[in-house]
T-cell receptor
Framework: EAGVAQSPRYKIIEKRQSVAFWCNPI?????LYWYQQILGQGPKLLIQ????????DSQLPKDRFSAERLKGVDSTLKIQPAKLEDSAVYLC????????????FGPGTRLLVL | AQKITQTQPGMFVQEKEAVTLDCTYD???????LFWYKQPSSGEMIFLIY??????QNATEGRYSLNFQKARKSANLVISASQLGDSAMYFC?????????????FGKGTTLSVSS
């Protein structure tokens, strides 16, 4: 069974530029999560989808971050314009829509904003 | 509110020895799960083990076991017979399990270094 796929793996941009990350979850997983992991910290949720609907985006900086999961499968996370403090690893995870809901993570995208 | 505390920034162990990584939690959820993930330098978060708050027995998965002490609100990870490939960052996390699809709350992690 294929795991969670993410691309690109690495991205370097200058501040005020835009960037987009892509995620394809495990087949059959209704729930998709985007986490931000700043160096030296644990991941923190940015946004959570169930199928193509948003469940929780309370910690998403909506003035610059946006995300969509139009067909309920793959998802795109965008940052526009990027700030230096957005340098982090962006992790995508997916799970079955159930109460235990073990989350399986992709390899992440390492973003460096200069 | 939920919180995970991992007080060991770094742990050092020799091959074949056992090691315990500490995790304490605080949650208001009546039903919750505790998770451990491993993050090698490559960056991927690898799921290791899960313990439900109502599970009577401690969870085990191969060389990994979870020492769950509900009264002390601790969920320590025990790795038996450490291997060089166990060198990585380890994260403890929790989520409520009363409803489907809640997000994980992670601790700051513990770096484990295994030497030969």
């Amino acid at each position: 069974e294929a795991g969670v796929a993410q691309s690109p793996r690495y991205k370097i941009i200058e501040k005020r530029q835009s960037v987009a990350f892509w995620c394809n979850p495990i087949s059959g997983h209704a729930t998709l999560y985007w986490y931000q992991q700043i160096l030296g910290q644990g991941p923190k949720l940015l946004i959570q989808f169930q199928n193509n609907g948003v469940v929780d985006d309370s910690q998403l900086p909506k003035d610059r971050f946006s995300a969509e999961r139009l067909k309920g499968v793959d998802s795109t996370l965008k940052i526009q314009p990027a700030k230096l403090e957005d340098s982090a690893v962006y992790l995508c995870a997916s799970s079955f829509w159930d109460s235990e809901g073990t989350q399986y993570f992709g390899p992440g995208t390492r973003l460096l904003v200069l | 509110a939920q919180k995970i505390t991992q007080t060991q920034p770094g742990m050092f162990v020799q091959e074949k020895e056992a090691v315990t990584l500490d995790c304490t939690y605080d949650t208001s959820d009546p039903s919750y799960g505790l998770f451990w993930y491993k993050q090698p330098s490559s960056g991927e978060m690898i799921f290791l083990i899960y313990q439900g708050s109502y599970d009577q027995q401690n969870a085990t998965e191969g060389r990994y076991s979870l020492n769950f002490q509900k009264a002390r609100k601790s969920a320590n990870l025990v790795i038996s017979a450490s291997q060089l490939g166990d060198s990585a960052m380890y994260f403890c996390a929790t989520k409520g399990t009363d409803q489907a699809g809640t997000a994980l709350i992670f601790g700051k992690g513990t770096t484990l270094s295994v030497s030969s």
